[in-house]
């Protein structure tokens, strides 16, 4: 069982920092900044499942996000649902729709399924910008309204940290359920040779689209939580490429595979980011360090941070996995 | 109905160069098993070189792609050197990520250069053009013509180059298969390490071309690099000169509907038939079975 595992419950002290340290002090500055490092680690845990699991790289990741605040967002303001309500049902919307896709384009193997998912990126953001009810190119803003219901601004703002902090919690877990169950080994039978895999009983195009519907899911009602904590949307923040990229970069550099790899890797890669662009001199460049420290890795550390510790000491892998 | 048939010209006029875009990625592709994901890159680095090039210097355009493809060489090898090298022959997941990583290499040193505002080569004052030829109340310009002109040139160019010289045959042998070619004396090092370089200059080619038709950023190439997955996976795998055919297709397709529609809703046609032709036909539709 789950409960058993140590590190279950090294997560639930790890979201339970993510709440008491803000709160203690009302330091606002603070829940701004980790409220950035919960998305990153949200991204990075759900691009996990595809790529560390399965070993199916998804260009794309960041298409759950936004297509996650667009449902969100519009359920929020023009529907004037309840924000909880309307984030479940943005990501049942959007994994519904990866899983009917992914059954289409998981019968690809490998590669070609990469390039697809650049092509989804694009894609879907040209149906958006092109898509009437959702406000085209110019997006959609948050009524104020919206905040009333939930107490005002200020006390709206607190739950939605604390709904996001909630879902990184449940990201990891599900990373980690995953992990230790048949569905998993499967995942990693697929990861490793599919023809075998398909060989052996594992149906590989149901398990290849479940795991990209369930991959969807999270991201993408921490985008409803996030875009309405912002605001606003529009398609190139929703879809915004780079954070796409970088999903990549902080889970090659925490150790993909590994549930507190990725995590780990979000939390460092956004650290790092935040401290780049507000360096006068690296702004410009953060893209090029990311690049630069994405090939590293994979040349020379394929197993990432994680990696490195599981060598230093192997016992390590039965506490954090 | 005469103005589609001017848009569908004009259509396969640009799909050539789509087209020898097509040919940088479908040749590394097909001789090393690599998805080129910094061809996107190159793609936009042509079309600064271009750029710059004919700011400096306002003799043709088409003269200045020669310099545009030893500028792409040279840059293949580094590329070739830095990333790829290391990663031939390991899995997929690899080279997809460390080419990739050198993708947004590329594109932050071009954004923090050239920002991400839009550039244009303006030819109007160059000495050797071709002129526009107007047929009725359609005009078909100059620089379509031109740019399909060396399109077209440069992928006979490299037609004759793989079937007809020595090392393009050795090109084609280790594509075929690695390990026998080794065996007879080809040193597959210095053959992939050429072919990459060949296909980052038909990209960056194509880029320069693609400069002499439309405005530019540093992010356009990504716009041509869906395009050139597209054609590859409709021609199938090393089939260098079939991906030219196969531009030429993409290209007429969207001559034939851009009179219908606008033309922001073209990413999703081009993806959308990239996810038809792969799930129904997932090695090409006229290519050989491909080792993904």
Not at chain 2, 26 to 54: E, K, P, Q, R
Request: proline fraction near 2%; charge should be positive.
């Amino acid at each position: 069982m789950i409960l058993r595992r140590p590190f279950f419950w090294i997560i639930l002290l790890i979201a339970a920092g993510f709440i008491y340290a803000p709160l203690h002090g009302n330091n606002v500055s603070l829940r701004e900044d980790l409220i950035l490092v919960a998305i990153a680690i949200i991204l990075a845990s759900n691009l996990n499942l595809m790529i560390g699991y399965t070993g199916y790289v998804n260009f794309g990741h960041i298409v759950f996000y936004g297509l996650g605040g667009y449902v969100g967002l519009y359920l929020t303001t023009v529907r004037n649902w309840n924000l909880v309500l309307s984030a479940l049902v943005a990501g049942v919307v959007v994994s519904v729709c990866a899983f009917l896709f992914g059954l289409a384009i998981l019968r690809l193997r490998g590669a070609y399924f990469a390039l697809a998912t650049i092509g989804i990126l694009q894609a879907v953001q040209a149906f958006v910008s092109n898509f009437d009810p959702w406000g085209r190119s110019t997006g959609m803003y948050l009524s104020f309204n919206s905040y009333q219901s939930l107490g005002g601004a200020r006390r709206a703002l607190w739950i939605t940290y604390f709904l996001i902090i909630a879902v990184m919690a449940l990201s990891m877990i599900v990373s980690l359920a995953i992990k230790n169950s048949k569905f998993g080994l499967g995942l990693f039978a697929i990861r490793e040779d599919e023809d075998a895999a398909v060989v052996l009983g594992v149906n590989a195009t149901v398990y290849k689209a479940i795991i990209y519907s369930v991959s969807a899911f999270l991201p993408a009602v921490a985008g409803a939580l996030m875009f309405f904590k912002n605001g606003m949307i529009d398609p190139s923040i929703a879809f915004e490429y780079m954070l796409s990229l970088e999903g990549i970069v902080m889970l090659m550099l925490g150790g993909q595979g590994s549930v507190i790899g990725a995590a780990l890797g979000g939390a460092l890669y956004e650290k790092l980011r935040s401290y780049l662009l507000t360096a006068p001199v690296l702004s410009n460049f953060h893209l090029v360090i990311a690049g630069g420290l994405l090939l590293m890795v994979v040349l020379f550390a394929p197993g990432g941070l994680i990696g490195w510790v599981y060598r230093l000491v192997p016992r390590a892998r039965k506490v954090i996995e | 109905m005469s103005g589609v048939l001017a848009s569908m010209i004009d259509g396969v006029l640009v799909g050539a160069v789509y087209g020898l875009a097509a040919m940088g990625l479908s040749l590394i592709w097909g001789v090393m098993d690599v998805i080129n994901l910094t061809h996107g890159a190159m793609i936009a680095l042509g079309m600064f070189c271009m750029y710059l090039l004919f700011s400096a210097v306002h003799i043709s355009a088409y003269v200045l792609l020669l310099p545009t493809i030893g500028v792409g060489l040279v840059i293949g090898i580094v590329v070739y050197w830095m990333a790829v090298h290391w990663v031939v022959g390991r899995s997929m997941l690899m080279s997809l990520l460390s080419t990739f990583a050198v993708n947004m290499m590329v594109i932050g040193i071009g954004t923090a250069v050239w920002s991400t505002s839009p550039y244009n080569v303006n030819l109007d004052n160059q000495k050797l053009k071709i002129n526009d030829i107007t047929v009725g109340a359609y005009t078909f310009t100059g620089n379509h013509i031109a740019a399909a002109i060396s399109a077209v040139v440069i992928a006979l160019a490299l037609q004759f180059f793989l079937y007809r010289t020595r090392t393009g045959k050795a090109i084609r042998a280790v594509a075929d298969n690695r390990e026998a070619a080794e065996l007879m004396g080809i040193s597959s090092t210095a053959v992939l390490s050429i072919a990459f370089a060949i296909g980052i200059a038909l990209a960056c080619t194509s880029g320069a071309l693609v400069s002499t038709l439309f405005p530019f950023t540093i992010l356009s190439g990504a716009v041509y690099q869906l395009k050139s997955f597209v054609v590859t996976i409709l021609a199938g795998l090393g089939k260098p000169f079939g991906a030219l055919v196969a531009g030429v297709l993409l290209g007429l397709l969207e001559g034939v509907i851009t009179p219908f529609i606008a033309v922001s809703w073209i990413p999703l046609i081009e993806f959308g038939l990239f996810v038809v032709v792969l799930v129904a036909f997932p090695q090409g539709i006229f290519g050989k079975r491909a080792t993904a």
